[in-house]
C-alpha cells in the first residue's frame, strides 16, 4: 500500500487549490479516501464521533453481501445447465455465473460513479460514498438477463432521481437501488417478469424459468403441487433475481450485519415478524394459491428476505428510533404480504412495500418522538 500511497502524494498538488485540476479534487479524493482512512474527523454535532467512516461502513455492507453475490453466480450457472438439461460442476457453474453477473456489475458501478463524480464535481463537495453499498445491490436484485442498457438508464434515473435531487448521500428518501428496480418494473415490464428472464437459457422449447411466486400468483398452482419444495427455497436452488434467491446466504449476511452494528436487528425481526403474522392470518382465509402458502414458506421466497436485510435496514432510508424500527418493520412485513396476495401482478410486493414506508419512515419518527415529549411532560407535571 506504501506505493499507493506514495504515488498518491505525488498527484495530490495538481489537485489542490490552485493546481492544473484544481476542479477535479472530489475525484482524486474519492480515490484517496477508499484506499486510506481519511487524515481527518468530523467537526459537525449532528453526526456521532466513530472510528470507523461512512466507506468503511459501506464496505462491511459489501463484504455481508458476499455470500448472496458467491452463491448468485453458482445459481446462475446452475439453472442455465439445468435448463439446457446438462450436467456441470460447482466449479462450471460459478465460472458462467461470474461471467454473467460482471458485466451487470461494472455497468453499475461504472455509470452509477460517473454520475456520483459527476455531481461531485460541479457541487465543488466529496463524493458521496453511499454508491459502494447501491452499486452492488442493483445487480443482485435484477434478472440475469436485463439488458445492459436498460440497467444503465435504471442506474442514471436511481442516482440522479432517487438521490442527487435530493442533496445526495444521507438526504434521499427513497432507496436508491429499489428505485432503479422499480423504473424498471414499471418502464419496461416485459423485462422484469415472466418465465423467461430469471434464467439464461429459459427460452429453451419445452423448459419454463418462472419462479416460485410467478407460479403462485398464477392461481394454477399451490405450493404443495410445485416442483420445488422448502429446502430447496431455503437453499436457493430455484430461479428469481441474482442475490435474492438463497435464504441461507442472505441469514450469513444479516448475522454479519447485526455483529458489525451497522444494520438494525430491530428492523429485521420485525420485519419477519410482520410478514409471518400476516401470512398466517391469510393462511386461516385462503381461498387461492398465495393465501395458502404456508406463512414461512412466503418468508423464504421472492426477495422477502433480502429486502428486510438489506433494503429495509438502508439508515437514511429507514426509521431512526428504536420504537419507530420495530414499527417500521412490522409495517414493511405486513404491506409487503398484502400486496403480494391482493396484486397478484406484483407479487414481488417487498419492492412496493419498502418504498412506500421509506415515504412514511420520517412520519413514524416524528409520533414516536412526540409520544416520549408528552410522557415526560406528562411525569413533569405529575412531580411538579
Known amino acids: ?79 442455465y445447465y439445468s435448463a439446457i438439461s446438462e450436467e456441470s460442476t460447482l466449479i462450471e457453474n460459478i465460472i ?56 444503465a438508464v435504471s442506474v442514471v434515473f436511481a442516482v440522479v432521481i432517487g438521490k442527487e435531487v435530493f442533496g445526495g448521500t444521507g438526504m434521499n ?19 422484469m417478469s415472466g418465465d423467461k428472464v430469471w434464467v439464461h437459457g429459459a427460452s429453451v422449447d419445452g423448459y419454463s424459468g418462472e419462479t416460485i411466486l410467478g407460479a403462485l400468483a398464477s392461481n394454477t398452482s399451490s405450493w404443495d403441487s410445485l416442483l420445488w419444495n422448502a429446502s430447496d427455497a431455503f437453499y436457493g436452488i430455484i430461479p428469481g433475481s441474482v442475490g435474492e434467491t438463497s435464504f441461507l446466504a442472505i441469514a450469513i449476511g444479516a448475522l454479519i450485519l447485526i455483529y458489525a452494528g451497522i444494520g438494525s436487528g430491530r428492523i429485521i425481526i420485525s420485519t419477519f415478524i410482520g410478514g409471518y403474522l400476516t ?35 438502508d439508515p437514511v432510508t429507514a426509521s431512526q428510533t428504536n420504537k419507530g424500527k420495530i414499527i417500521y418493520g412490522l409495517l414493511v412485513g405486513f404491506f409487503a404480504i398484502l400486496i403480494r396476495i391482493f396484486n397478484p401482478a406484483y407479487p414481488e410486493g417487498m419492492m412496493l412495500a419498502i418504498l412506500l414506508m421509506n415515504v412514511f419512515a420520517p412520519l413514524i419518527d416524528h409520533y414516536v418522538i412526540s409520544g416520549n415529549v408528552k410522557k415526560r411532560l406528562s411525569r413533569l407535571k405529575l412531580k411538579s
Open 1 to 79: 500500500m506504501k506505493i499507493f500511497r506514495n504515488l498518491l502524494d505525488t498527484v495530490k498538488p495538481i489537485f489542490d487549490k490552485g493546481g492544473k485540476l484544481e476542479k477535479l479534487y472530489p475525484a482524486y479524493d474519492a480515490f484517496e479516501t477508499f484506499l486510506f482512512v481519511p487524515g481527518h474527523a468530523t467537526h459537525s454535532g449532528t453526526h456521532i464521533k466513530d472510528s470507523i467512516d461512512l466507506k468503511r461502513t459501506m464496505a462491511f455492507v459489501v463484504l455481508a453481501m458476499l455470500p448472496c453475490i458467491v452463491f448468485g453466480m453458482w445459481n446462475i450457472g446452475y439453472q
Open 96 to 151: 458462467f455465473g461470474f461471467w454473467k453477473f460482471l458485466p451487470l456489475l461494472i455497468v453499475s458501478y461504472s455509470v452509477g460513479l460517473a454520475v456520483e463524480f459527476a455531481f461531485a464535481i460541479s457541487r465543488g463537495h466529496s463524493v458521496n460514498e453511499g454508491y459502494l453499498v447501491s452499486g452492488m445491490l442493483i445487480p443482485l436484485i435484477m434478472p440475469v438477463d436485463v439488458p445492459l442498457w436498460m440497467l
Open 173 to 191: 428518501i427513497l432507496n436508491p437501488a429499489l428505485t432503479a428496480r422499480a423504473f424498471l418494473f414499471f418502464a419496461y415490464p416485459s423485462y
Open 279 to 313: 401470512a398466517y392470518l391469510f393462511n386461516l382465509w385462503g381461498y387461492n394459491a398465495l393465501m395458502s402458502t404456508p406463512a414461512h414458506i412466503h418468508l423464504l421466497i421472492g426477495g422477502f428476505a433480502f429486502g428486510a436485510v438489506f433494503m429495509a435496514t
